[in-house]
C-alpha cells in the first residue's frame, strides 16, 4: 500500500514511456505457455504468420520465413490460426 499521507498528486503519474524504445530491453517470451512450432515441409513461405504476428516474431530471411524469435513471442498462436497450410502448430512450452 502507498502512504495514506500522499494524496494521488504526489504520485508520479502512470502509464509514461521516459525513454523511447525500452520494451527491447523486456523479454515478453518469458511468459508465454504455447510455443509455435513449424514444419518446414508444409510452410510455402507466404509470410502470413509475418503479417499477422502482433509482437514482430516471426524470423524472415531473403523472403522465407525461418523460425520464431522466441525472446518476444507471447504464444498467442495468431500464426498459427492464419497459416493457410497449417504448418505452424502450437506445442506447450517445455515439450
Known amino acids: 500500500m502507498g502512504d495514506p499521507q500522499k494524496k494521488s498528486k ?13 520494451a527491447r530491453k523486456y523479454k515478453t517470451g518469458d511468459w508465454r505457455s504455447q ?6 515441409e ?14 514482430n516474431s516471426v524470423l524472415v530471411e531473403e523472403g522465407k520465413m525461418v523460425g520464431f524469435r522466441y525472446s518476444h513471442c507471447k504464444g498467442c498462436g495468431i500464426c498459427a490460426a492464419e497459416c493457410p497450410k ?3 502448430t502450437m506445442k506447450k512450452e517445455g515439450n
Do not use: H
Open 86 to 88: 497449417k504448418a505452424i
Open 10 to 22: 504526489d504520485y508520479p503519474e502512470g502509464g509514461v514511456i521516459d525513454e523511447a524504445g525500452s
Open 42 to 55: 508444409k510452410c510455402i513461405n507466404c509470410l502470413w504468420c509475418w503479417v499477422y504476428c502482433p509482437d
Open 35 to 40: 510455443k509455435p512450432e513449424v514444419d518446414k
